[in-house]
């Protein structure tokens, strides 16, 4: 049923301020606007499943037909290099997906790319994400200020917004540089899993030795606060726990909590406390302009088609009923946060970008702006992957006395009725992939950060993403295995772009990352062969009867591992944060997408508040510098409320 809770179904719906998508860039503004008192009409392709359960709960959160968008991207221009990605997915003659190696594609099978989930539902890719919630470091920010000369740009100011909106539940009340009481729940890790896995301490032992930490501190180091507010953060090196957007009973909070909320409070006479209009299955389809005065196009509206499954990446299935064609006014502002490929789509399908990409596709001109779509970036990942001495099998976990077996989410799933009954249960406690490890490789930025995050999973390697419904031709792990997944921070490589394949709003655009290329490329790949390098040493390290483990990805049985690294690293790497489609940058710039208050260039009544606005990919994972971003354009967007 097309979504929406009262109003918004006229042609001619006028609102103060349009929003259009609902993750953690659009959900946080268009609350907050609402809360202010201002009309708000919020605009999401997809739609509320907050009745699947598996979205509720972190450890069973996943991309799955009814939540995602399959995006299908190019790692490389260069066809030779892409096919040696041992995860791409095709298409069979008969329909059916088929996930593995070019070498042994099936006959029939046509090469669709790596698949690139992106979350198309109501609170976007937070309600599928992994769930990790790490600050980036104090430079992200402050990097934006020097770039921009705008001063509301610093580290400093943005903790404060991060205090203002997180509901810490790990840490005592009070911690400096953290928030008790805002919307945002994090949850880490109190040890205890970690205690009741003596194996995989052993291996997290080797790598806090590896840096010169003092092994016996492990134990408590995995419990030590990533997010904390120290100077010397982010260039110190060692374990910590890795927190996530969840409250205390690991349950999944995401931009749809906030969104549900405020739709669901209330005047003491029952009607709605806020101004804000939820429509679900809606596509937006391009921004309309008011071009009869002089000076810049005014945005002053979107057309946006509603129906279920419009768009073509939608997994079920793409509708061939044509949607009903909508509009919607805006007397103030149109906001875009549809993310980092659908937010510059829409820019260039509203004839703002590169004129001869514009002219290609015969859509008129309304702005050139030659940065959309460029110089996208994301945190590339690798895992490396070791397995424990021959005599010792599995890691095992201690179970809790009365815990149930658990079914992974698939009903029926006694651990589900455990979290749902009374938060008990696996599911209500950390996992064991709840640690984080930052390094510094010998190819670290100048101020010295780490710059390499590395999450450790027991009897699991996180190789990327394929469709779940797909079938998988990847040999199975042997006992024992363990990956250690390096994600890069400090990206340094921006050459990916997101170009349109058609004029069609329906049809996806065309992704290209070209991963680890272009001038920053080779010091992130020799950072990243560093980082394989190191974690090979720690294998070797780690004491019996676990160790000594052999690192079985990438294998290397001579001397001359780092060529082989890098040739492996460069076929292997994925990624899933990508960002900076959209740029902020400064005025003299002309890749510069957007001014430092998110405004579009060269048209006025237009913003993007997303992932597509950050200049540089912030920190490991995107997802809470996301809600903060759209804190930060909240105070903007309110600044200029009284201009229209
Ligand atoms: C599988 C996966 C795992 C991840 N794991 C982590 C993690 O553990 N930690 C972390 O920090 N980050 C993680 N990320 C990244 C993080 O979730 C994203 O960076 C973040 O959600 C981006 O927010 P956004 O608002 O820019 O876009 P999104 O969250 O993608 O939201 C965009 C919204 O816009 C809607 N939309 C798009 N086009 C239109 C249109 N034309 N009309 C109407 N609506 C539209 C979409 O349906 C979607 O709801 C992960 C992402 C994925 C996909």
Redesign the pocket.
């Known amino acids: 049923l097309p979504g929406g809770n009262g109003g918004g179904s006229n042609t001619n719906d006028v609102y103060d301020y349009i929003v ?8 946080p503004l268009a609350s907050n606007l609402a809360r202010a008192g201002y009309s708000v009409l919020l ?4 739609d509320d499943q907050s009745a699947d359960v598996t979205t509720k709960i972190i450890s069973l959160g ?2 799955s037909p009814t939540n ?2 399959d995006f299908y991207v190019r790692q490389y221009s260069d066809d030779a290099l892409q096919r040696k990605n041992n995860h791409l997915t095709w298409r069979r003659g008969d329909g059916s997906l088929w996930v593995g190696n070019a070498s042994a594609a099936p006959a029939d099978a046509t090469l669709l790319g790596v698949h ?11 309600v ?7 600050l980036p470091s104090r430079s992200d920010w402050d990097y934006i200020g020097a770039l921009t000369g705008d001063r509301s740009w610093s580290a400093d100011a943005l903790r404060r917004i991060f205090q203002r909106i997180e509901n810490n539940h790990y840490l005592a009340p009070g911690t400096p540089g953290h928030g008790f009481s805002g919307y945002l729940n994090t949850i880490g890790n109190d040890g205890d899993v970690y205690a009741r896995t003596p194996s995989m301490i052993t291996v997290l032992k080797s790598m806090v030795s590896a840096v010169g930490g003092n092994p016996a501190d492990t134990l408590s180091m995995v419990q030590r606060d990533i997010n904390n507010n120290s100077p010397t953060r982010d260039t110190t090196q060692g374990l910590f726990s890795l927190p ?2 969840g409250n205390s009973t690991w349950g999944r909070f995401s ?1 749809r909590d906030l969104t549900l909320a405020t739709l669901a409070a209330k005047k003491p006479n029952g009607q709605p406390r806020f101004p804000l209009t939820l429509q679900t299955h ?4 391009r921004v309309l302009f008011d071009r009869s005065r002089p000076g810049k196009p005014r945005a002053t509206g979107v057309e ?1 088609l509603q129906g279920q499954s419009l ?1 073509r990446a939608d997994p079920r299935g793409a509708s061939t009923a044509p949607g009903t064609r909508r509009t919607a006014r805006a007397r103030k502002e149109v906001i875009l ?7 510059p ?2 820019l260039l399908l509203s004839g703002i970008g590169a004129p001869a990409q514009l002219q290609q596709h015969n859509i008129p001109l309304t702005a050139a702006l030659p940065g959309v779509g460029t110089h996208m970036q994301d945190n590339t990942e690798i895992p490396i992957v070791g397995v424990a001495a021959p005599t010792h099998g599995p890691f095992l976990t201690d179970p809790l006395p009365g815990d149930p077996t658990c079914n992974f989410g698939f009903p029926p799933d006694p651990c589900v009725a455990a979290w749902q009954a009374n938060s008990s249960g696996p599911y209500s406690r950390a996992g064991v992939n709840s640690n984080a490890f930052l390094l510094r490789t010998n190819h670290t930025a100048p101020g010295g950060e780490a710059d390499v995050l590395i999450f450790s999973i027991a009897n699991f390697a996180f190789r990327g ?1 394929w469709p779940n419904e797909a079938v998988v031709t990847i040999p199975t792990d042997p006992l024992g295995v363990f990956g250690m997944s390096m994600v890069k921070m400090d990206m340094r490589s921006a050459d990916g772009s997101v170009k349109l394949r058609s004029a069609d ?1 329906r049809d996806t655009p065309i992704i290209n990352f070209e991963v680890l290329s272009g001038p920053g490329g080779a010091q992130d790949l020799e950072a990243l062969v560093d980082a394989a390098g190191w974690a090979r040493g720690v294998y070797g390290n780690v004491q019996a009867p676990v160790g000594p483990m052999t690192t079985k990805e990438p294998a290397c049985a001579g001397t001359a591992c780092r060529d082989s690294d890098r040739e492996w690293v460069r076929a292997q790497a994925f990624g ?4 900076s489609t959209c740029a902020i940058g400064a005025d003299r710039d002309p890749w510069a997408v957007l001014d430092s208050k998110f405004r579009v260039r060269g048209v006025t009544g237009l913003r993007v508040v ?3 606005a950050f200049p540089r990919t912030p920190g ?7 809600f903060m971003l ?1 804190e930060k354009a909240t105070e903007d967007v309110l600044a200029d409320a009284g201009k229209w």
């Open positions: 259009v998508g609902s993750g953690p860039g659009g959900a605009l999401e392709a997809g996943t991309p995602r968008w690139y989930p992106r979350g198309a539902t109501l609170g976007g890719s937070s599928i994400n992994a769930g990790v919630a790490v996530f957007h931009a809606s596509l937006v389809t946006y768009y946060s549809a993310g980092v490929f659908n937010t789509q829409l993403y709003p899933h944060h990508a960002t997303d992932g597509s490991a994972f995107p997802v809470v510098s996301t759209s």
